[in-house]
C-alpha cells in the first residue's frame, strides 16, 4: 500500500515527554506486513491499568483476555504486547491459545505474572496469528526497551493509518508535575464506541485503580465514543491506560488532571478522524438545544454516519436538506417548526425554514475550509453533544474496495 | 444528468395490465427540470386507498397530509398528483400551504372533494414548492388521462433513478381474475422504513379498508422496509394503494390476493436496490438461527448498511471478516462459537472459525458474480429474515457528493 499522507494530518509526530516507569520497544516480526514493524512491546515497572473496550458482540479473544484481567488486577509491574496485521478476532479456540502463548511468552522473558500481560491485535480479522513469531521476538524486545521508544511503538500498532498519532500534556499541580503521553492507531470502523482503534495513555501520576477506571471510561465516553468515521465498529477496540506513580504526584480528585486527560484523548480521537479513510475534511457536529444529552448525541451520530451528509461535504455542497433528513431518522425528539441549522457561522435554516438572508453563495464558499463546524439547533431542551466525522470520498472506495484490511 | 442506466436494471419496463377503473396522465410542468415530465395524476373513478409513510420526525408537508387524510377515508372517487423535482420538506407553513393549493386546484378540476386528493413530492428538500406549476397544469392533465398510461407516470416520478420501474400479478381466485399493478420511483436514501421512494399499486380487486391498510401494512414490513441502499432514510417516502373494486372479485381473506401483493411489492422493492445509486450488485442477506426475527432483521440490516462489507462487495472481495465484524455490531445476541457465514453455497465460517475446507479461490469466484447471496446462521434460535442492498461503489460517491438531489 503506498497511501498518501491524509491532507488533514498534523505537520509532525509530537515530541511526547518520557513518562517515568515505563520502556517501549518495536520490532518486525513478520506477522503479515514485510520491511515494517509490526510489535511494540511497552514494560510498566509498576502500574495501575484501566482500559475501556469495544461492545462488538464478536469482539477478539485479546480483547476478551483483557477484559478479564482487568476485572481482577491488583497493581504491579506489567506489560503491554500489541501487533498489528492480524486481529487474532474470529479465530475461535486457536485465537484464545495464541493470546495465552504470547502472553506466557511475555511473562517468561520479562519475569512478570501472566495476569500482566495485555495483548492487542489489529488487522485482518478471521486468521488465524501465527502468534510463535511474536513470542519469538519477545527476548530481543526485551533487550531494545528504551524510555524514548514511543514513537516508533505508534509507528508499529499502523494498519491502513497514514500517520502515526501521538498526543501529551503536562500538568501542575500543588504537589509536582505529572506527564500524559498517549499513542492510538485508527483509521476507519471508527463508531460508534471506539470502533478500530487501539489507544496506550501512560502516565506517571498516582491514582487508585477504581477513579482511574471511572476517569477513562467518563471521558472516552466524551471524546473516543464521540467520533466516526464509517459507522462500523471493530472487534478490537482497546484503549489501556497506565498510571506508574514515578512522579510521586497523587492526582486523586484532581479536575485539572481529568481536564488534561479528556484533552489527549480529544486529540488522539480527532487525529483518528483527520485520518479517516479517504477524509479531506474534518466536520465538527454541534447539537445543542435537544430534549436530552442521549438526544443530541443521537442527532450528531445521525448526521456524521450519514453517507449522503458525508457525500455532499466532500462535494463541498452546502446541501443542508441532507442534515434535515438526517435529523429525521434519527430517531431523536425533534420538531421541524423549531429546527435551526448553521454551517460556521452562517445560519442556513431557522424556524423549520431556510433562513430569510440565506446566501448560497456564502454557504458554498464556507464548504470549501479543510475543517467545517456544522450546528443544529433542536430549540427543545437543554440537551448538547458534539461529535466529529469526516467526508466520504472516492479515497473510501479505492482503501476498501480493494485491501484486504 | 447524463447518467447511465444501472448494470441491474431489467432489460425493458414491463407490459402492465390496465386495472379497471384507474386511468393516468404525466405532463412537464417545470418544478425544476428541463425537457421531461415532472407531474404525474392518476385518478380512481371509485377507490379505497391505503398506505404506508416514513417514520422520519421531519416527514414533508404532504406526508403529513396523506396521513391526515388516510386516518378518516370513507372511499370514493379520489386523486394521487404527485411531482418529482422537490420534495417540498422542511418548508414550514408555506409547504402546507402548497399541498392545500395543489389539493384544491385537483379538487376543482376533477370534481373531488379536496379530502380525497392525495399527493406526494420527491426531489431537493427545503426549496419552496413552486406549486402553482402544478395546479395549472391539471386541466390538461385531466384531458389527457388514459387508462394506459401508468408507464408514463412511472417516467414522470423519476429522480435520480436510472429506469422506471413497475411490476404487476394476475390473480385467479374462485370469483374471477383481479389484476394487481404498481410503479415506484428510489435509487438512494433507501433505508430504513422505505426512505425516499414513492409507491403507487392499484388493483381492481374488491377489499374492505381496514383488511388493505392491514395487509399493506404486513406486507410493507416484509418488502419495502428489508431493503437498504445507504442507510439514510427519506421525509417523503410514501406507498399509496389504491382498490377500486372494478373487477367485482372479493379478496378478503384470500391469502392468495396477499401472496400475490407481496410479490408485486418485492419485485418493486428490488428493482428499487438494482438502481441504487451507483450499485453494480444486487446482494441478498439472509439471516437464520437469531434469537428472533427482530434480531435477524436487525443483522441482516447492520450487514446490508455497513460501508465496509458494501465497499469489499464492490471490490470482488470475499472479505468474510467483515461480515462478522457487522453481525458484531448489530446489537443483537450472538455467540461468536455457534456463528457460521456462506457466500452462495460456499461455507466460509463455522462454529466460529474459518471453514476447514474453505477455498479463498472458490470464494472469490463467486464473489464476481452480479447477483450475490450471503448466508450468516448465529446458531441461537429460529429467527429470521432477509433483506436487500447494494454495494458501495465510486458511483454513489460521484452522483452524491455532486448532485444536489
Given amino acids: 500500500m503506498a497511501t498518501k499522507i491524509s491532507p488533514l494530518a498534523p505537520a509532525a509526530f509530537p515530541d511526547l515527554p518520557v513518562i517515568g516507569g515505563v520502556r517501549f520497544a518495536s520490532a518486525a516480526a513478520g506477522v503479515r506486513y514485510k520491511g515494517r514493524t509490526d510489535v511494540m512491546l511497552a514494560v510498566l515497572e509498576n502500574a495501575t491499568v484501566a482500559g475501556t473496550f469495544t461492545r462488538s458482540a464478536t469482539r477478539s ?6 477484559q478479564s484481567k482487568m476485572a481482577q488486577d491488583e497493581g504491579g509491574p506489567a506489560a503491554f504486547v500489541i501487533n498489528s496485521g ?66 516508533a511503538a505508534a509507528r508499529a500498532i499502523m494498519t ?15 504537589g509536582g508535575t505529572v506527564r500524559i503521553a498517549g499513542i492510538a492507531k485508527g483509521s476507519g ?25 471511572d476517569m477513562v471510561s467518563a471521558v472516552t465516553d466524551r471524546t473516543f465514543n464521540r467520533i466516526t468515521v464509517d459507522s462500523d465498529t471493530s472487534t478490537s477496540d482497546t484503549l489501556l491506560m497506565a498510571a506508574t506513580g514515578a512522579s510521586g504526584v497523587d492526582v486523586g480528585g484532581e479536575p485539572a488532571f481529568a481536564a488534561a486527560l479528556e484533552r489527549v484523548f480529544l486529540d488522539l480521537a480527532l487525529q483518528v478522524v483527520r485520518d479517516g479513510e479517504g477524509a479531506t475534511k474534518l466536520v465538527e457536529v454541534r447539537v445543542t438545544g435537544a430534549a436530552s444529552e442521549a438526544d443530541a448525541h443521537r442527532v450528531g451520530m445521525a448526521i456524521a454516519n450519514s453517507p449522503l451528509v458525508k457525500t455532499a461535504i466532500a462535494g463541498e455542497d452546502a ?65 448538547a453533544a458534539t461529535v466529529w466525522t469526516c467526508d466520504l470520498t472516492h479515497g473510501y472506495i479505492d482503501i476498501n474496495a480493494d485491501y484486504r484490511s
Avoid at 430517531?331 to 446566501?359: C, K, M, N, Q
Fill in 319 to 383: 446541501n443542508w436538506g441532507r442534515i434535515v433528513m438526517a435529523v429525521g431518522k434519527s430517531g431523536a425528539e425533534a420538531d421541524r417548526d423549531r429546527l435551526a441549522i448553521r454551517f460556521g457561522d452562517i445560519t442556513v435554516a431557522r424556524d423549520g425554514f431556510r433562513a430569510p438572508d440565506y446566501s448560497e453563495e456564502a454557504a458554498s464558499a464556507y464548504m470549501k475550509r479543510q475543517e467545517l463546524v456544522i450546528g443544529v439547533d433542536l430549540g427543545i431542551g437543554d440537551g
Fill in 189 to 213: 470502523m471508527i463508531a460508534p464506541d471506539m470502533a478500530t482503534m487501539l489507544v496506550y495513555v501512560f502516565t506517571d501520576a498516582r491514582i487508585g485503580r477504581a477513579e482511574l477506571q
Fill in 61 to 66: 479473544a485479546p480483547v476478551r483476555d483483557c
Fill in 160 to 174: 491502513t493509518d497514514t500517520f502515526p498519532k501521538g498526543a501529551s500534556a503536562e500538568v501542575r499541580l500543588p
Fill in 86 to 151: 492480524n486481529s487474532n478476532a474470529f479465530t475461535g479456540r486457536v485465537g484464545e491459545e495464541a493470546v495465552a502463548g504470547i502472553c506466557a511468552a511475555a511473562a517468561q522473558a520479562l519475569g512478570l505474572p501472566e495476569g500482566r500481560v495485555f495483548t492487542s491485535s489489529t488487522g485482518v480479522i478471521g486468521e488465524p496469528l501465527p502468534w510463535e513469531r511474536i513470542a519469538e521476538a519477545l527476548p530481543s524486545l526485551r533487550d531494545a526497551l528504551d524510555a524514548g521508544g514511543i514513537e
